[in-house]
């Protein structure tokens, strides 16, 4: 089955303590990105990747490290996570940039 | 800067009346345009995309949007409201390599 998955699908931590969301795609997407959903604020994007080692920032990028070694896979790392970090994040990909993305179920984040 | 504006951040109808959400995004060129529906609890599932061609793009579940660049705008409708279609709905606008999304918009259906 085509899919993005996620995981943790919840996690609760506390501030400074880093943490690793990671993310895959079976679909052998060139382009992967991550959101982060807030109430009112829609999705908002953190990095995106075009391709392998190829990552950039998104809109939101501060706080937050990727890397893209494999083409399918693109963990979100939160060196330090502090309590504005708390949010529903999503992992995204699509065969091309501005592509249709099909969605990962999302991870839960708080961070005290 | 590029935005994506949804007027309302709720909606309600009753079940069976026309869905209409408002969607306007600012740009100079003709960019890709989605819809996306997010069901309680789940990620995001695309309703209907336009890229090129046809101004009026049918979707999933009855529902369909069309691309007036006069106004910049790209309204998603659904003729009949079913119970089912309560969610919150994203419109996205592609610029470049970034996925552009609007606010949201929570619709809720009335008996």
């Known amino acids: 089955e085509a899919q993005v998955t996620q995981n943790p699908r919840y996690l609760i931590t506390v501030t400074g303590k880093k943490l690793t969301v990671t993310c895959s795609q079976n679909?052998?997407?060139?382009?992967m990105s991550w959101y982060r959903q807030d109430p009112g604020l829609g999705l908002r994007q953190i990095y995106y990747?075009?391709?392998?080692?190829?990552?950039d920032k998104g809109d939101v990028p501060e706080g937050y490290k990727v890397s893209r070694k494999e083409k399918r896979n693109f963990p979100l790392i939160l060196e330090s996570p502090s309590p504005n970090q708390t949010s529903l994040y999503f992992c995204?990909?699509?065969?091309?940039?501005?592509?249709?993305?099909?969605f990962g179920p999302g991870t839960r984040l708080t961070v005290t | 800067a590029q935005s994506v504006t949804q007027l309302g951040s709720h909606v309600s109808v009753s079940e069976g009346a026309l869905v209409l959400l408002r969607c306007n995004y600012s740009s100079s060129v003709p960019p890709y345009l989605f819809w996306y529906v997010q069901y309680p609890n789940q990620g995001l599932q695309l309703l209907l995309k336009?890229?090129?061609?046809?101004?009026l793009v049918k979707g999933i579940n009855g529902f369909e949007a069309e691309f007036k660049k006069s106004e910049t705008s790209f309204h998603l409708t659904k003729p009949s409201a079913h119970m089912s279609d309560a969610a919150e709905y994203f419109c996205a606008v592609s610029f470049s390599y970034k996925l552009i999304f609007g606010s949201g918009t929570r619709l809720l259906v009335r008996p």
């Open positions: 679909m052998n997407h060139e382009y």
């Open positions: 995204a990909s699509s065969f091309v940039a501005g592509d249709e993305q099909y």
């Open positions: 990747s075009m391709n392998v080692e190829v990552t």
């Open positions: 336009y890229t090129t061609g046809a101004t």
